[in-house]
């Protein structure tokens, strides 16, 4: 008989679960109107003014005669304070803010450029101009020096090589990490001078100024544009 007992008292895990599963939902959320259960709470007005400690009942009367909500702010604070405001609004408006942080958030990309240390000059070109490109667009660039056979045994010629790569894009770039043999790899990552946002803003500009200068109103390449190729002039 006792032990039919413990097992009706005792709560199952499932609802345990679930209690706790209800209580995550709703940790974040601010309790408003109704759903602040305390004696009394500390009020601030809608426009911020303090209202003093009053009964929530009265709170509530308030913001009923305002059409506004009452919206608990501080809930560990004694009494917890509650403010008047329009709960419906204030979320909005939160939500274009975060939306708006967002649009202007722009995460650095880290392209690759890998090359051989003895690289012939034409190739070397190709290589330095999508660098050139992938800087101006406001990337890093890892530069990737692989070495096969017995071209491990001669670092010196990858550091070189990179050293030059450095110099020649020095306008456009800093070295970010110094040449590091990683394997039968050497790696170096150069960081532009320009932050990303400033690059895409400046691209945006000669695109706009472009368009305006142009007869037909189309749009001229930019390239300062990493998705533009440079065609190579006729001789």
Known sequence: MARSLFRFS?????HQQNS???KEQHISDPRINDRIR??????????GEQVGIVRVEDALRLAAEADLDLVEVAPMAKPPVAKLMD???????????????RKKQVNTVIKEIKLRPKIDPH????????????LKGGDKVKV????????QSRPELGRRLLQRLAEDIGDLGIVESQPVQDG????MVIAPTKKKSEAKAEQRRRRDEAKATSGDGASAPDPADP?????????
């Open 10 to 14: 005792a709560p199952s895990q499932h």
């Open 20 to 22: 706790t599963r209800s």
């Open 38 to 47: 305390v004696p009394e709470v500390r009020l601030v007005g809608p426009n």
């Open 87 to 101: 709960f419906g609004k204030f979320k909005y408006e939160a939500a274009m803010k975060a939306r708006e942080a």
């Open 123 to 134: 190739d070397y070109g190709t290589k330095k101009g999508h660098v050139e490109r992938f």
């Open 144 to 151: 990737t020096i692989m070495f096969r056979g017995r071209e």
């Open 184 to 187: 039968r790899n050497m790696v």
């Open 227 to 235: 998705s533009t190729e440079a065609t190579p002039a006729a001789s």
